[in-house]
Antibody
């Protein structure tokens, strides 16, 4: 079935780094743009980053620009988020999500999420 | 950046009630508006895309309307499984943004 599975979350100290992965299955990964979206404990959803189907177009939220890097490997059906210079305010559940419906960019498939905790 | 504001932030209702949630954009976003439902400990689920298109598998009691800056999500007859938090999201700008959420609780 169509599925996204995130991994790589954990506890990291402020200033540290972490790399999240998202494994896709059940659909042609290379046909879809992808995003990372996060949710701090007890808070709402915050879009983090977008990557086009080929990887040629990338966008970031201002809150992570210059610290996070999104990438994908279509041969491995995988999406990544390299997170550097982590701060306490980056603590959140991180979801990968598939973008669909052309320009309307709706997130129709979500992973289960992976928790990132930034604390000393 | 486009700011999305939902109202109300929370809402108490009973099974069978008709409920409307509003989402307002800080600038015109045409019909580039999506709605999601999230239950505790779960990933969000897409309900409505392009302001009024029902996602496959979503019950027809959910509907969306609006364009420009003002949008609504309506649940025609609340069911027990509909008690959750609802988010709107604009996709007019690729710097996507979500509303702050509306928590729908049982009265």
């Amino acid at each position: 079935q169509v599925q996204l599975v995130e991994s790589g979350g954990g506890l990291v100290k402020p200033g540290g780094s972490l790399r999240l992965s998202c494994a896709a299955s059940g659909f042609t990964f290379s046909d879809y743009y992808m995003s990372w979206i996060r949710q701090a404990p007890g808070k709402g959803l915050e879009w983090v980053s977008y990557i086009s189907s080929s990887g040629s177009t990338i966008y970031y939220a201002d809150s992570v620009k210059g610290r996070f890097t999104i990438s994908r490997d279509n041969a491995k059906n995988s999406l990544y988020l390299q997170m550097n210079s982590l701060r306490a305010e980056d603590t959140a559940v991180y979801y990968c999500a598939r973008g669909n419906y052309g320009d309307h960019d709706a997130f129709d498939i979500w992973g289960q999420g992976t928790m990132v905790t930034v604390s000393s | 950046d486009i700011q999305m504001t939902q109202s109300p932030s929370s809402l108490s209702a009973s099974v069978g009630d008709r409920v409307t949630i509003t989402c307002r954009a800080s600038q015109s976003i045409s019909s580039y508006l999506n709605w999601y439902q999230q239950k505790p400990g779960k990933a969000p689920k897409l309900l409505i895309y392009a302001a009024s298109s029902l996602q496959s598998g979503v019950p027809s009691r959910f509907s969306g309307s609006g364009s420009g800056t003002d949008f609504t999500l309506t649940i025609s007859s609340l069911q027990p499984e509909d008690f959750a938090t609802y988010y709107c999201q604009q996709s007019y700008s690729t710097l996507y943004s979500f509303g702050q959420g509306t928590k729908l609780e049982i009265k």
